[in-house]
């Protein structure tokens, strides 16, 4: 099993559809970007693996994981967009600042999901520190990155069978 593959081992690979055609939209925050490009390197990287053309993955910046929803609403209006996949870092501070981004991005993309009628993937990590986060960027616990693009491939397949 390779390590892509090992990131993916809690979805079911089978049956899986033929996104050669399909065009996604990346938006990746800027905050921790140290982990967050590494994120949108699975996820670009697993859409490539699945059959999606380089040329139909678009990305966009956005400073920080608050306005992943913003972001990610700009390209989920855009007709010739399938799905959107949002990545961000938000680490647990000693603040609350985190919950209320934490909270307010799940609600908006959520609701730009349904607004828009086609996949928005929360792919926001919520560690309590860094070391937590580096697991989950390509360390010891996969990549989310890639389970983000993948939920976004299954959900593209389920909307042409099910919408
Ligand atoms: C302000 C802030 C803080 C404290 N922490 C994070 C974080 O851990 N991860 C992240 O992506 N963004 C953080 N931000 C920035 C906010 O997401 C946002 O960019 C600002 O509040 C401006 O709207």
């Known amino acids: 099993?390779?390590?892509?593959?090992?990131n993916l081992s809690v979805f079911n690979t089978e049956g899986?559809?033929?996104?050669?055609?399909?065009?996604?939209?990346i938006v990746v925050a800027e905050w921790n970007n140290?982990?967050?490009e590494k994120l949108f390197?699975?996820?670009?990287?697993?859409?490539?693996?699945?059959?999606?053309?380089?040329?139909?993955?678009?990305?966009?910046?956005?400073?920080g994981s608050f306005e992943l929803t913003l972001g990610a609403h700009?390209?989920?209006?855009?007709?010739?967009?399938?799905?959107?996949?949002?990545l961000g870092v938000v680490i647990q501070g000693e603040t609350k600042?985190?919950?209320?981004?934490?909270?307010?991005?799940?609600?908006?993309?959520?609701?730009i999901s349904i607004k828009n009628n086609k996949p928005v993937i929360f792919g926001v990590l919520t560690p309590n520190n860094?070391?937590?986060?580096?697991?989950?960027?390509g360390g010891a616990f996969g990549n989310k990155g890639d389970e983000a693009a993948m939920t976004a491939?299954?959900?593209?397949?389920?909307?042409?069978?099910?919408?």
């Open 16 to 25: 899986l559809p033929d996104i050669s055609n399909k065009k996604f939209a």
């Open 74 to 86: 700009w390209f989920a209006q855009r007709e010739d967009i399938d799905a959107v996949i949002a």
């Open 34 to 36: 140290e982990i967050t």
């Open 97 to 111: 600042h985190n919950d209320y981004i934490n909270h307010a991005v799940a609600q908006g993309i959520t609701n």
């Open 130 to 137: 860094m070391e937590q986060a580096i697991d989950r960027a």
């Open 41 to 63: 390197e699975g996820a670009y990287q697993t859409l490539v693996n699945y059959g999606a053309a380089e040329a139909n993955i678009l990305r966009g910046n956005v400073p």
């Open 153 to 163: 491939i299954k959900m593209v397949g389920l909307k042409d069978q099910i919408a």
């Open 1 to 6: 099993m390779s390590s892509a593959d090992k």
